[in-house]
């Protein structure tokens, strides 16, 4: 099992980025895909970014691409998602997510975060 904590949320002006951190622990964590969603009130969970711990692929939906950066560090086995030119519609609770299977991380991925609220005023 993995245990996922993310930092870095808060409130944000228009036009400003944002570097999320997502700290990874567990005697598996080196062999997971990771990942970013975001969850907006009312709305359904949106996928945004995954990348292989082990490698560095990396895979972003097109219609996110441009804004949205995930990176990783595995000497601190902490995942990074950059989203720049903030908007109001950015505002959600953001999570980090974790899955062996890097096939699964877009649709159901096993572990999760707490979440960090962003939220992004104009």
């Known amino acids: 099992q993995v245990q996922l904590v993310e930092f870095g949320g808060g409130l944000v002006t228009t036009g400003d980025s944002l570097t999320l951190s997502c700290a990874a622990s567990?005697?598996?964590?080196?062999?997971?895909?990771m990942g970013w969603f975001r969850q907006a009130p009312g709305k359904e969970r949106e996928f945004l970014a995954a990348?292989?711990?082990?490698?560095?692929?990396?895979y972003i939906p097109d219609s996110l691409k441009g804004r949205f950066t995930i990176s990783r560090d595995t000497a601190k086995n902490t995942v990074y998602l950059r989203v720049d030119s903030l908007k109001p519609e950015d505002t959600a609770v953001y999570y980090c997510?974790?899955?062996?299977?890097?096939?699964?991380?877009?649709?159901?991925?096993?572990?999760w975060g707490q979440g960090t609220q962003v939220t992004v005023s104009s």
């Open positions: 997510a974790a899955d062996p299977i890097a096939e699964r991380l877009p649709s159901d991925p096993r572990e």
């Open positions: 567990g005697r598996t964590a080196s062999s997971y895909a």
């Open positions: 990348i292989i711990w082990s490698g560095n692929d990396t």
